[in-house]
């Protein structure tokens, strides 16, 4: 099974400050046709995750630029730049190369 | 609008088998390339994929559940099902259905159905 790590687990963040996470998968996530099917989802509090980034760095319909995806192979980034109150919640990676799996979650936090 | 709305029975004893039933609409999978998963959230702990299916009745499983697993599809109903079987209190979690599209992006979510599984 592919295990996603991500860092780290909890993160506080003032309104106004940038901030990234990390997922680190256990196998590379680019498959034999050039894709590297890795996902951002956020999950508010009491509510169902909605999807923030697909396949890597493109971002979902509606959902603010200040969020942003990179990386390659096994390490991947999901970077807030400019922390806003809405943006409280649990992030998680997911990655759908290898069967389907996700991270273990990060948790915003905000000060 | 696409909406997903999970159902299922609550409560159920160990041993038994969980049904789930997803009701969707503003789409359809009978649209290729339309498929609808199943992920699972034990209470404050994280996600937890079971299974797809796809418009052409195609299904994948998580290989550590998967001979518990049974998904399929009613197109002219516009719904889902998932099965369980020999359910134990690990089964105890929300259960989400969800939208699958292009590229495997899960891009809708239903509200989640809680199921507690006790004796």
């Known amino acids: 099974d592919v295990v996603l790590t991500q860092t780290p687990s909890t993160l506080s963040a003032t309104i106004g400050q940038s901030v990234s996470i990390s997922c680190r998968s256990s196998?590379?996530?680019?498959?034999?046709?050039?894709?590297?099917?890795l996902y951002w989802y956020l999950q508010r509090p009491g509510q169902s995750p909605q999807l923030l980034i697909y396949l890597v760095s493109n971002l979902g319909s509606g959902v603010p630029n200040r969020f942003s995806g990179s990386g390659s192979g096994t390490d991947f980034t999901l970077k807030i730049s400019g922390v806003e109150a809405e943006d409280l919640g649990v992030y998680y990676c997911?990655?759908?190369?290898?069967?389907?799996?996700f991270g273990s979650g990060t948790k915003l936090e905000i000060k | 609008q696409v909406t997903l709305k999970e159902s299922g029975p609550g409560i159920l004893q160990p041993s038994q088998t969980l049904s789930l039933t997803c009701t969707f609409s503003g789409f359809s999978l009978s649209t290729y390339g339309m498929g609808v998963g199943w992920i699972r959230q034990p209470s404050g702990k994280g996600l937890e994929w079971l299974a797809n299916?796809?418009?052409?009745?195609?299904?994948y499983y998580n290989p550590s559940l998967k001979n518990r697993l049974t998904i399929s599809k009613d197109t002219s109903n516009n719904q889902a099902f998932l099965k369980i079987t020999n359910v134990d209190t690990a089964d105890t979690a929300t259960y989400y259905c969800?939208?699958?599209?292009?590229?495997?992006?899960?891009?809708?979510w239903g509200q989640g159905a809680s199921v507690t599984v006790s004796s």
């Open positions: 969800a939208r699958i599209v292009d590229y495997y992006v899960m891009d809708a």
């Open positions: 997911m990655q759908a190369t290898h069967a389907l799996t």
């Open positions: 196998q590379s996530l680019l498959d034999s046709a050039g894709n590297t099917y």
């Open positions: 299916i796809w418009w052409d009745d195609d299904k």
